[in-house]
């Protein structure tokens, strides 16, 4: 007997994906055994050691699924197939100019590899990456180390989580469910504004939020452009400053408007060069770049009023 099912959201996974989507879908059970899985019977998220001790193949999870054997995760559609007779149903990206081939799963890389993001989220194209290339974390706290993959499991590093080729929450680290307000980890991986807990599913998140499948993150329930691939050159979907860490800021175009979390960058190399912007704090900066370096978006041209 199926037990609850716990749900993911899975919004937008990019233009080029589902063009203009802004609407996210929760996932949920599909009554037709013959349509795209989208469920998953729960399962309290467990330590990677007790899984795979005797080196038995580990079942690749999609989103809220998981996939059957000898099937695979179209990362970029967030659906299971079956490389083996499913050709052309999940096609890597154009290569660009990286010297790591692009990917779409597993299926493009190398056995010794596996297709990492290059912005540490659960869905979206990613780069073929060593499975032993991945990193070290070295630290003498317990429990610092630990981070959440994307199928649910919890590993002491992203190293282990990298070996078996399992893509990881990298926007947050902690335990599934982690860094909740009252949770014995509360703030120790929090950033400057709303806390980002990682999660495999919605029973990790607090109350009036959801799991983004996209990102493993929790964020509130009505703002789907909270859980969406990150515009290009960003590395975290957001709408404003409080959403991403305290060195970076929400840039985009004008105010409160969906954007991405991007360093803020230094306003050293600004200069005087007058050409007047109002930012959406309401002040009024000598251009657009030293707006930037105060982590501010820019309203309109011209002094504010």
């Known amino acids: 007997m199926k037990r609850p099912v ?3 959201t899975l919004a937008c ?5 589902l063009a203009g989507c802004l609407n996210t879908v929760t996932i949920a059970a599909s009554p037709d055994a013959s349509a795209p899985s989208t469920s998953v019977d729960a399962e309290t998220p467990h330590d990677s050691g007790s899984i795979g001790d005797r080196g038995e193949a580990l079942p690749s999870s999609c989103a809220a699924t998981r996939c059957a054997a000898g099937e695979q995760c179209c990362l970029t559609t967030g659906r299971c197939f079956d490389p083996r007779v499913s050709t052309g149903q999940c096609s ?6 990286s010297p790591q081939r692009t990917c779409a799963s597993d299926a493009d890389c190398a056995e010794s590899e596996f297709c990492r993001s290059d912005q540490g989220l659960c869905l979206g194209a990613g780069h073929c990456a060593s499975r032993d290339a991945c990193g070290e974390c070295i630290t003498s706290i317990p429990g610092a180390c630990t981070v959440c993959g994307c199928d649910g499991v919890n ?7 990298c070996r078996l080729g399992v893509r990881a929450v990298e926007s947050v680290g902690g335990a599934c469910g982690g860094n909740r307000p009252g949770s014995p980890d509360a703030g120790f991986y929090g950033d400057g504004g709303t806390a980002r807990i990682p999660c495999a599913n919605s029973t990790h998140c607090p109350a009036a ?4 499948a996209i ?5 509130e ?3 789907s452009a909270c859980c969406r691939q990150p515009p290009p050159g960003t590395n975290f979907p957001c709408i404003t400053n409080a959403q991403c860490r305290s060195d970076e800021y929400c840039r985009g175009e004008g105010c409160d408007t969906p954007g991405g979390c991007v360093r803020i960058p230094t306003s050293a190399g600004c200069g005087g060069s007058v050409a007047q912007v109002c930012g959406c704090d309401g002040r009024t900066y000598v251009n657009d770049c030293w707006a930037a370096g105060a982590g501010v978006r820019v309203a309109r041209s011209g002094a504010c009023p």
Request: glycine fraction near 10%; proline fraction near 6%.
């Open 92 to 97: 890597a990206p154009a290569q660009d100019s």
């Open 209 to 212: 939020q959801s799991c983004c």
């Open 221 to 223: 329930t009505g703002c």
């Open 13 to 17: 996974l990019g233009a080029t994906i």
């Open 155 to 161: 590993y002491p590093n992203s190293q282990t989580a």
């Open 6 to 8: 716990m749900t993911r």
């Open 215 to 219: 990102t493993g993150v929790c964020f």
